[in-house]
């Protein structure tokens, strides 16, 4: 019952975030949602997954991203093998 609570939830938002119609109305929901950190967070998470795409090494991406080796590490395994970073991300190179 939970578990279906909280799918229920999550489809609510991802259902809420793609009914948007420009950058503009993204950044309102996400700055009313989320702390200047989790936005900040996101955002280099997103700027490593860039870098790895673009062939950095892992050395190269500590160097220029603000993230930890453990992010990294995780946010490689999402490039690697997920759905999300690659498919958008690799379109906007």
């Keep these: 019952m939970e578990q279906d609570m909280r799918k229920e939830k999550l489809n609510a938002l991802f259902t809420l975030i793609a ?5 503009e109305d993204c950044r ?5 949602l ?3 950190k989790e936005l900040e967070n996101m ?3 997103c700027y490593a997954a860039r870098l790895l795409l673009d062939g950095n ?5 500590m160097a220029q991203a603000d993230i ?6 995780r946010v490689s ?3 690697q093998y997920g759905k999300g970073y ?3 991300l690799k379109s906007e190179s």
């Design 28 to 32: 309102a929901l996400f700055e009313d």
């Design 19 to 23: 009914s948007l119609d420009s950058p």
């Design 57 to 61: 090494t892992y050395h190269q991406v």
């Design 43 to 45: 955002a280099e998470r």
């Design 86 to 88: 690659s498919r958008f």
């Design 34 to 36: 989320c702390t200047v």
């Design 68 to 73: 930890s080796s453990a992010t990294l590490s």
């Design 77 to 79: 395994r999402c490039v």
